[in-house]
């Protein structure tokens, strides 16, 4: 049988998309095989860490966000959905209507979050009424200047900060008590992100300068790394232009800041100087010893995560065991390359971690804790 020259042609170029046909079949099939198996695990996690869930107290709330009316800041929905399962009744006002809706309803308490940018004269004229106040500070010891006049307005004080326990009892105010945030598992947990998304090591935040300094020496170990950093004031970096590339300078939705976590196989955790004189009002040098809110919010996507340390870390995860940590540029390029080349020991402590985070640090685990300390 007589075979053309375009027919042998015809023949081949079919052999060869075959071929690619039958690799990417395999190549997909591992790797969706892959990918459902590890979200299993994680889902297996979560659910494992559930427990019991909190009692729902008789009380009634009246729970004033951040900032001025609607729609919530992330963590007013975090707070406001975690009240929602611990009270009987929540209402939640904006801070012009604080005043006459507490009037109104009457709550057993109304709980202010932050209060940077509430007028002392509302929680004063709500006191007045003979109703109870509370005010969480979400972003201690960066702004004690101002919070610790603030803070003598609200009949209870809470803080993230250890640190700020005894500094707010010594600038007067009688009942302080350590709270610190947490996750919201409707923003953060794990998920399937799509391949674009992935990377090898991620970092979200701003580029603080003790941040800026600490990348100036790390990123060179991390050239031929598939690294992502986003957030805003990484031109200050020295070497801006030759790592340009590899950074978004916006700001991101807790949901999307959740897919860059769980796309990412190692999760980098740097905490703000609370000395940083560019961005702080804490002109007395209040330490800082407790987790940023991202410790827990990284966690709970199972992603590693390295961190530098803080004197509270160990109450709240096992370094080692369920976070890792890191004291100088040179370790973590060292632990990057290990976990990047142990799977199953990043995997194991990332799994862990998930454990722990879903079992002790959300926001309902938070303020039940509170509404312990207020109501018994």
């Not at 729902?56 to 951040?66: F, G, K, Q, S």
């Not at 003790?210 to 991390?222: E, G, H, I, Q, T």
Request: a neutral charge.
């Amino acid at each position: 049988m007589f075979v053309t020259a375009a027919a042998r042609k015809r023949s081949v170029r079919s052999r060869a998309h075959a071929a690619r046909y039958a690799a990417g079949s395999r190549d997909g099939w591992r790797d969706g095989w892959r990918d459902g198996y590890w979200m299993g695990l994680c889902e297996c996690t979560v659910l494992r860490a559930a427990g019991t869930p909190p009692p729902v107290r008789d009380v009634h709330i009246l729970y004033v966000p951040t900032g001025k009316g609607f729609p919530y800041s992330p963590i007013d929905e975090a707070v406001a959905a975690g009240l929602g399962q611990l009270v009987t009744r929540l209402t939640v006002a904006g801070r012009e209507e604080a005043v006459q809706a507490a009037a109104t309803v009457r709550p057993d308490l109304v709980l202010f979050l932050d209060g940077l940018h509430v007028p002392t004269d509302i929680p004063d004229r709500i006191r007045e009424l003979g109703i109870r106040t509370a005010i969480w500070f979400t972003d201690d010891p960066y702004y004690t200047d101002l919070t610790a006049s603030i803070a003598l307005h609200y009949d209870e004080v809470f803080t993230l900060e250890a640190n700020c326990v005894d500094f707010y009892r010594a600038s007067g105010c009688p009942r302080v008590w350590h709270l610190p945030l947490g996750f919201h598992p409707g923003h953060f947990r794990p998920q399937n992100t799509p391949a674009d998304v992935r990377c090898d090591v991620a970092f979200v935040g701003s580029g603080y300068w003790n941040r800026v300094a600490f990348f100036d020496r790390l990123l060179p170990y991390l050239e031929g790394r598939n690294i992502r950093i986003i957030g805003y004031w990484w031109e200050r970096l020295r070497d801006y232009e030759r790592f340009q590339s590899r950074i978004e300078g916006r700001w991101m939705t807790p949901q999307e800041t959740a897919q860059v976590y769980s796309g990412a196989k190692i999760v980098i955790n740097m905490h703000r100087e609370p000395d940083d004189g560019t961005f702080n009002s804490n002109s007395l040098g209040v330490g800082a010893v407790s987790p940023n809110p991202r410790t827990f919010e990284i966690a709970a996507c199972a992603s590693l995560q390295l961190t530098d340390v803080r004197g509270e870390l160990a109450a709240y995860f096992v370094p080692g065991r369920e976070i890792e940590t890191y004291a100088s540029p040179e370790e973590l390029a060292a632990k990057i390359d290990h976990y990047l080349a142990h799977e199953d020991e990043r995997r194991a402590i990332a799994l862990n971690g998930l454990y722990r985070v879903m079992r002790d640090h959300s926001y309902v685990r938070r303020l039940e804790q509170m509404l312990g300390v207020l109501f018994g």
